[in-house]
Every structure is written in C-alpha cells, then in structure tokens.
C-alpha cells in the first residue's frame, strides 16, 4: 500500500470555499443533527482524494443514504481516523500546540463526550482559526468556542491501494 502526502492547502481552499455555502455534491445534515464533521470530511477528502469503502467500519460517502457514520459522527471520525490502516486519511491524536492547517480538533464536554469537528485553516496571534458548518465559520478563534476539553487530530497521510 502506497502512502501519499496529505494536501493541507486543498483543504484550507475547500474550507474557505464552502464554509458558508454548501457544495450540492453532499447532503446538508444541519437540519438533522448537525453539518459539522460532513463538512470536516469533506475538507479531508479535498486534500486526500481517496475514500475508504469498507463496510460499516470505513469512511465513504455516496449520499446522505449510502455513507458510513464516520463520515458525518464525531466519535466515529475520530475512530477511523485514529485507527485505520488501510486506505484511505489516517490520523493521531496530539495536544492543540502541533496540530497543523488541514488538521481537525474536536471538542467536548467534561464528562469525555465530543460534539463538534472544527477544521484548523490557520493561526493568528497564537490562536487557532477554524472552519465550520453547522454554525457557519471560517478564520474563527477556537478560543471562542465553548468547550470542556478538545483534542487535535493530525492527518498523518493517506494510503491508496
């Protein structure tokens, strides 16, 4: 299995592009649950190319009826991400300090349960600038997000066959 680079400017491009629209290409799930970690999937897609079809257990996305969870659930991205190795984007979880432009922080209450997937685009002034759907955002401080506790998921690459 070839790994290949992941392509962190496609992924700010797509963000800022589609941070408040919607591309007609994927379903919106505002109204039924939140768009948050679909429009995080979609920026990792942008800078990997490659979707993962295992049943169940990959990241693919069809249509809003023909998709795995880990493409539009927090926990469950971060269980492909953190865990796969086999085609497709593979991550490891990393303090706020190293994540990277591209890279996906996700945060949660204190009791361990995570809800939203933020795409970092950028820095400034030492703070971290995201990207969202759900509650529409691009360049928008981290710091301002109400949140217990975050953890920093760094795209390591992705594999092809």
Same mark, same amino acid.
């Given at each position: ?46 800078? =990997? ?5 295992? !049943? @169940?257990?990959?990241? $693919? ?7 795995? *969870? ?40 204190? =009791? ?5 997937? !933020? @795409?970092?685009?950028? $820095? ?7 990207? *969202? ?29």
């Amino acid at each position: 299995m070839e790994e290949l680079k992941y392509d962190r400017q496609l992924v700010y491009e797509y963000a800022k592009k589609w941070a408040f629209k919607r591309n007609p290409d994927f379903y919106d799930f505002s109204k039924i649950g939140g768009d948050c970690t679909n429009f995080a999937s979609q920026c990792i897609y942008a800078g =990997t190319k490659i979707m993962n079809y295992t !049943p @169940v257990l990959g990241w $693919f996305y069809n249509s809003a009826n023909d998709r795995t *969870a880990s493409w539009t659930g927090v926990e469950y991205l971060y269980n492909f991400l953190t865990t796969n190795s086999g085609v497709g984007p593979f991550a490891k979880v990393v303090p706020l300090a190293e994540i990277e432009v591209g890279d996906i922080v996700q945060l949660g209450t204190a =009791t361990g349960d995570f809800y939203h997937s !933020p @795409v970092v685009v950028g $820095f400034s002034r030492g703070q971290i600038l995201v990207a *969202a759907h759900s509650y529409d955002a691009f360049n928008k401080p981290l710091s301002s997000y109400n949140f217990a506790q975050a953890r920093g998921l760094h795209i390591l690459g992705v594999r092809k066959e």
